[in-house]
């Protein structure tokens, strides 16, 4: 089966440079990326694109309006297509059954009702949304219950493994692409339609295929062990402050082990992101619901370091202080939960803005790419009163500004350009001592003892 025309349900991070990756590598095949959302299909359709995200901006330029179609138009484009993206979100269930820890399936449930509803022919459904293990089967029996008899259907698990602020090198030389699909005639032409889609531009030995079940239970135990690192490193982060250890010497000796291997072990406040705790949460739920509660438990504890990690940051803070922030001008450099992407979903910046507010702080604060709407909005589903907003948070465009009259000064989030800053020019503008609390090891710790800070930096005795 040849696939000539391919839509996508969801324009957000994932499926809005997925999709125009996919146009730009494979001009034969049209690609339609729907979303209801009019403001964010507006946006792709425009110069300043909804997603950050360094060389988006050229890939997206180079298939619009030739191959690659934004629209609000959902019947119209699943209609076409020969090949259905569901790329819609997943967030952790926030009510009812399961609530703070299963995945909130009704807009992927939502999704397939409407592709049964519409569909004629035969399509490729994939999912790439996150999802638990044996999603496809509901999705399956959604589509046979709601369709007509003209159409029929091969669902296939294409989950993406992108990274945000990389995301067009992970797409443009992925280590894998994986497809789980069915082990029959049909589930194997499917998976063979979609894998000759990649394999216009990703070599055929990193085309991995499994059964549907492995390609979605993969996702989710990818993105566990991978956050299983950090806070395994964060544990020990604190281990190297109590005793005098340097927590990237320690990563560097270990990750010279070809074992170990020396990636994400950098240690951190917090990992954040829109998945990392989302899909521990899942596979934590997964695990209690099939009856494996030491399972559950032992991936539970990533959460957990992670939640400590972040709170002892804040008590380090308030304690190094003289145990009060009452009143006291904390600049924040970085809101982003990790460099090169304007994306603040779950990041640690939240959770410590948040409890310095709640200790009566005064909060400056300076990212690059944040909206000062993001930012607010943020602080109030974390809790923040508004009014505390309205008085006590300042969000400035200029990190100088940020630090001026500061009684001290935290990065958040390990942005490049911090690397450069003036630091004498920082010293002479906070309050002193001048209490400096590296979160993301970006500054360097000996010059700004030499300048006269009173530096701290996550996991450095
Ligand atoms: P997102 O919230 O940025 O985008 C999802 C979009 O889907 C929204 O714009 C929403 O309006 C739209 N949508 C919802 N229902 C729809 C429907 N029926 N038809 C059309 N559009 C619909 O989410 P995201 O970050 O792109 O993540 C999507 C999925 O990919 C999630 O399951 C996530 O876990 C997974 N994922 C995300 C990343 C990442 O880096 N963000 C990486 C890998 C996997
Ligand atoms: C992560 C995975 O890396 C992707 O493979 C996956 O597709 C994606 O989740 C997803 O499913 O959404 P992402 O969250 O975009 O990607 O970014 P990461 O680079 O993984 O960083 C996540 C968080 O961990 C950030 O807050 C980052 O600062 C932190 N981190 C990362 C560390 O604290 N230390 C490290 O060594 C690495």
């Avoid at 484009?77 to 269930?93: E, Q, W, Y």
């Avoid at 030491?294 to 400590?308: K, T």
């Avoid at 465009?397 to 009259?405: A, H, L, Q």
């Amino acid at each position: 089966m040849k696939i000539n025309s391919i839509c996508c349900l969801g324009a957000g991070y994932v499926g809005g440079p997925t999709m125009a990756m996919i146009a730009a590598k494979c001009p034969d095949i049209q690609v339609t990326v729907a979303d209801m959302n009019e403001g964010r299909i507006a946006a792709w359709n425009s110069d300043t694109l909804p997603v950050y995200e360094p060389g988006l901006d050229d890939v997206v330029a180079s298939a619009i309006g030739k191959n690659l179609h934004f629209t609000t138009d959902i019947r119209g484009a699943i209609a076409k297509a020969d090949l259905i993206f569901v790329s819609v979100g997943t967030p952790t269930k926030s009510y009812g059954i399961g609530a703070g820890r299963a995945a909130d399936l009704r807009y992927i449930e939502s999704a397939a009702r409407l592709i049964a509803e519409i569909s004629e022919g035969h399509k490729i459904i994939v999912e790439k949304s996150t999802i638990p293990v044996k999603t496809a089967s509901a999705i399956k029996t959604i589509l046979a219950a709601n369709s007509t008899e003209h159409a029929t259907f091969e669902v296939l698990s294409n989950p993406e493994f992108l990274a945000e602020g990389t995301a067009i090198e992970d797409l443009e030389t992925p280590d894998r692409i994986l497809i789980g699909g069915e082990i029959t005639p049909t589930g194997n032409a499917a998976v063979e339609a979609l894998a000759s889609v990649y394999a216009n531009w990703v070599p055929r030995e990193k085309i991995i295929t499994t059964n549907l079940w492995s390609s979605e239970l993969s996702k989710l135990v990818a993105n566990a062990f991978l956050a299983q690192r950090i806070s395994s490193i964060n544990s020990i982060s604190a281990l190297c402050e109590a005793t005098g250890a340097d927590v990237d010497e320690v990563a560097r000796a270990i990750g010279h082990d070809s074992r170990i291997g020396p990636k994400f072990l950098k240690s951190s406040v917090g990992f954040g992101g829109s998945c990392f705790q989302k899909d521990v949460l899942n596979l934590v739920y997964l695990c209690d619901s099939f009856g494996l509660p030491h399972v559950a438990e032992y991936w539970r504890q990533v959460i957990h370091l992670n939640d400590w990690q972040r709170s002892r940051f804040v008590e380090k803070i308030v304690r190094t202080l003289f145990n009060t922030v009452n009143g006291k001008r904390i600049a924040i450099l970085g809101f982003a939960f990790k460099k090169d992407t304007n994306d603040t979903r779950e990041s640690p910046a939240i959770y410590v803005c948040r409890d310095l507010l709640g200790e009566q702080a005064k909060i400056a604060l300076y990212d690059p790419q944040v909206s000062p709407e993001q930012i607010k909005q943020d602080l109030l589903e974390a809790g923040v009163p508004q009014h505390i907003i309205d008085t006590n948070l300042e969000i400035h465009t200029d990190p100088y500004s940020t630090v001026e009259g500061a009684h001290a000064l935290a990065t958040l989030t390990e942005w490049d350009e911090f690397k450069s800053l003036d630091l004498e020019r920082i010293y002479n503008l906070m309050l002193k001592p001048a209490f400096v609390f590296d979160g993301r090891a970006v500054l360097p710790m000996d010059k700004l003892k030499a300048i006269g800070f009173d530096p701290f930096t996550i996991g450095k005795g």
